[in-house]
T-cell receptor
Framework: EAGVAQSPRYKIIEKRQSVAFWCNPI?????LYWYQQILGQGPKLLIQ????????DSQLPKDRFSAERLKGVDSTLKIQPAKLEDSAVYLC?????????????FGPGTRLTVL | DAKTTQPTSMDCAEGRAANLPCNHS???????VYWYRQIHSQGPQYIIH???NNETNEMASLIITEDRKSSTLILPHATLRDTAVYYC??????????????FGQGTELSVKP
């Protein structure tokens, strides 16, 4: 089966600009996650969707970050305006509600550099 | 979710077993131990999980101590492709329900020829 797809793979922007990342989860996976991974650290959850509803966005900086999952399939994460500290890899993951306990499948990530 | 402690880095010779320890002394009775790994420039990959019994799959074995306060991930015959950061995560798992993973710093395993 096809894995989690993300685009773009790399993005370089200047601070105060806007940027958007796209994620297409594994077909049929109801749960979708966005994680932020700063260099040298483990991934940190930003937001979790179940179908098209938000389950957990407690760590999402809502003044500048937004995410949506229209129709319960693919998802977009936006940053507006970007800050230097947003430089990180943004990982999308998905999981099925049936099967392994909380086995999450990750995409390759989008590496964002804010100058 | 319980906190985990792992060594920052480890080396292993190619073809030998890699034994990665994890301490989770505050684990609760309904919390599972999960292991994920992250190869450079890739997203994390699920390896294995367990509650209290030892588990084995095609990738690795998981040994959990009887008191459940620590565990060891074993890669029986490490190859260069096993070089990665290995994360030990403890959390409640409910079948048919998703939930966030809280990643720590992990152990950077270097497999050397």
């Amino acid at each position: 089966e096809a894995g989690v797809a993300q685009s773009p793979r790399y993005k370089i922007i200047e601070k105060r600009q806007s940027v958007a990342f796209w994620c297409n989860p594994i077909s049929g996976h109801a749960t979708l996650y966005w994680y932020q991974q700063i260099l040298g650290q483990g991934p940190k959850l930003l937001i979790q969707f179940q179908n098209n509803g938000v389950v957990d966005d407690s760590q999402l900086p809502k003044d500048r970050f937004s995410a949506e999952r229209l129709k319960g399939v693919d998802s977009t994460l936006k940053i507006q305006p970007a800050k230097l500290e947003d430089s990180a890899v943004y990982l999308c993951a998905s999981s099925s509600l049936r099967g392994h306990y909380n086995e999450q499948f990750f995409g390759p990530g989008t590496r964002l550099t804010v100058l | 979710d319980a906190k985990t402690t792992q060594p920052t880095s480890m080396d292993c010779a190619e073809g030998r077993a890699a034994n990665l320890p994890c301490n989770h002394s505050t684990i609760s009775g309904n919390e599972y131990v999960y292991w994920y790994r992250q190869i450079h420039s890739q997203g994390p990959q699920y390896i294995i999980h367990g509650l209290k019994n030892n588990e084995t799959n095609e990738m690795a074995s998981l040994i959990i101590t009887e008191d459940r306060k620590s565990s060891t991930l074993i890669l029986p015959h490490a190859t260069l492709r096993d070089t990665a950061v290995y994360y030990c995560i403890v959390r409640v798992a409910i079948y048919n329900q998703g939930g966030k993973l809280i990643f720590g710093q992990g152990t950077e395993l270097s497999v050397k020829p």
